[in-house]
């Protein structure tokens, strides 16, 4: 009897140092990277703008850049006599990336670049 009171305490013993070494590998290794990145999604926010042209405007070469606000309203800002490439590369200096592309027929093929840049 004493025997088997032994194996059974020895057994209980095991079983119950594998449940807690599960749970605290479980811990570490599925839920915290899981809570992590949800953490990084919640916290990443954006803001987007477009960029358009190049066209003339006043004799001279432009594009548009139109910031959107997170309330809901946006900023213009055109910029004369610098080259497309120039003021796309100004942006991408800034940390914009190109996200999608619209283009735009009113008459004339109006292309518009549509970027974005974390806050």
């Given amino acids: 009897m004493a025997l088997k ?3 059974v305490k020895t057994v209980l013993v095991l079983f119950s140092v594998s449940v ?14 899981a809570l992590a990145q949800q953490e990084a999604k919640r916290i990443q926010k954006w803001e987007y703008c477009t960029f358009s042209g ?3 405007s006043s004799n001279e070469w432009a594009t548009t850049v139109e910031y959107f606000r997170e309330s809901g ?6 910029v004369k006599g610098k080259s497309f490439g120039t003021a796309f590369a100004k942006l991408g200096a800034d940390g914009w990336e190109l996200v999608g592309i619209s283009n735009e027929d009113t ?3 109006n292309t518009r670049y549509l970027i974005k840049r974390a806050r």
Wanted: charge should be neutral; charged fraction near 15%; aromatic fraction near 14%.
């Fill in 20 to 33: 807690l070494a599960l749970l605290l590998l479980g811990r570490y290794s599925v839920i915290q990277p």
């Fill in 107 to 109: 008459g004339q093929l």
């Fill in 73 to 78: 309203t946006s900023q213009y800002e055109e």
């Fill in 54 to 56: 190049p066209y003339l």
């Fill in 5 to 7: 009171a032994r194996y």
